[in-house]
T-cell receptor, first 115, second 112 residues
């Protein structure tokens, strides 16, 4: 199994500012995934982060708003830029692991409130 | 596109009651299906999965059967415990186990 440490666990931020969320995995993984869970909504994939290349963003998400870094095989960051109250969500990091890569593992999430 | 619909919560039960959380999906083809659970203050954990029609996933007393004809994957448990109180997410995936499409989640509250 993979253990994922995500921080901060929560934050309250002023609109117009940026927040960087860190995700650390206890093993090397090829792909890391960032999800968003808006209040009362399902989890939505933001982007897939591969080491050594630019992240691949899903429809509706852009690099200028959600820049991602992936400096090595165990670490990634997601920045939420120029925040507005609509960005208030839980952001989760995920990796695939287990025998045969048959399970997705998730961090505890970062609960972001923008005021 | 792909989507997952699950019953809205919260679902409130007394200990030892029978649990059903409904989940249906829309997808082209035959996805793998999952139930994830999120206990208070923790990340999502895989509860069970099924990768083809008529497969039954089971874990910790929970079961779900992949029904292709009704495109459903309902979660059941015969006797819930207070410790089962959590949010349950139904999900599907085509691309191995990496990118998942989730339902909105169903909160389960079990009282003693």
């Amino acid at each position: 199994s993979a253990v994922i440490s995500q921080k901060p666990s929560r934050d309250i931020c002023q609109r117009g500012t940026s927040l960087t969320i860190q995700c650390q995995v206890d093993s090397q993984v090829t792909m890391m995934f960032w999800y968003r869970q808006q209040p009362g909504q399902s989890l939505t994939l933001i982007a897939t982060a591969n080491q050594g290349s630019e992240a691949t963003y899903e429809s509706g998400f852009v690099i200028d708003k959600f820049p991602i870094s992936r400096p090595n095989l165990t670490f990634s960051t997601l920045t939420v830029s120029n925040m507005s109250p609509e960005d208030s969500s839980i952001y989760l990091c995920s990796v695939v692991g287990g025998t045969g890569d048959t399970e997705a593992f998730f961090g505890q999430g970062t609960r972001l409130t923008v005021v | 596109g792909n989507s997952v619909t699950q019953m809205e919560g919260p679902v409130t039960l007394s200990e030892e009651a029978f649990l059903t959380i409904n989940c249906t999906y829309t997808a082209t083809g035959y996805p793998s299906l999952f139930w994830y659970v999120q206990y208070p203050g923790e990340g999502l954990q895989l509860l069970l999965k099924a990768t083809k029609a008529d497969d039954k996933g089971s874990n910790k007393g929970f079961e779900a059967t992949y029904r292709k004809e009704t495109t459903s994957f309902h979660l059941e448990k015969g006797s819930v415990q207070v410790s089962d109180s959590a949010v349950y997410f139904c999900a599907l995936s085509f691309l191995g186990y990496s990118t998942l499409t989730f339902g909105k989640g169903t909160m389960l509250l079990v009282s003693p």
